[in-house]
């Protein structure tokens, strides 16, 4: 039995989720972001330059994003799937240029990342009556599914 | 702090003005180099570092921290003698030239996560958390 446990070993098998582990997303010039930490949380921003191995050189561009040209911890951004063609220190017009042309702000949209923080910006935007209103939707829908089931039950 | 660089103390000068200078352009990441002066607990030693920043104030800070960390050296043994942006080619410590990378890219390969918030952090998670980020 040990022979049977040791070739096992020796198997290098990959699980789905090994399989998935090759870096796809890496902190380079152009790399569109999302800050995750202090006071432009989920704001998106672009890598301008590396500082050094924690932290890079970001920017909004401000009138974009809301995002001013600054230094960050690499730990306070997160990379997203989305890339600009950008040179670097790349001023704040050649960047807007490349967002448009990219049509970044609304691909975003489409990411995890920018999926969840605009259904949060929708939740904490609701008032009352849209509360009432999810509400009632939600019980609506859950009646519809049970007369359904009940349906295929019989 | 130390006056035995300049030989200049309270009792010997008087300070006429103060005036702060700022970092001509903040948003350039610079090399910088600063060479400086420092009793150990043996004897005192020149040095020379570099380092990346922005600013010569933040490269500064880097070098009081580095020498504190390395080399136990806290500010007030410490004289900085003088400071100078490099360029590129200048440069001659690895930890600063692995950055002169036109095409500079890598991934995060480690990251610990946390909460956006000191609010949301908590004590007990539903799962083990995952450093893999992509």
Redesign the interface.
Known sequence: RGEERRQAAQVQVASPQQEK?V???????GRVCVI??GKD??KLCVI?????VNRV?VDGPHSLTGVS???IN??RI??TDLKVDIG??ATVKSIKKAFEKDDILNKFKEEPEGKRISKQQRNSAMNDFDRFKLKYALKKKGEAVKKKLAELRK | PQHDHKKMKKTTGEILSVHQIYEKNP???KNYAITLRYNSRSGTHNMTKEY???TLCGAVDQMYAEMAGLHRARQDSIQIISTAVLKASECSRPSVMQ?HD????????H?VP?A??KRFEKKFLPARPTT???
């Open positions: 582990m870096f796809t997303k890496f902190v380079e010039v995750n930490y949380v989920d301008i330059n590396v500082v050094d050189l040209r600054h230094v690499i730990k997160t990379l670097m220190h | 948003f350039l990441v990346r920043d922005t950055f036109s095409k500079i890219r890598f991934p995060i390969a990251r946390r956006s918030h893999f980020v992509g």
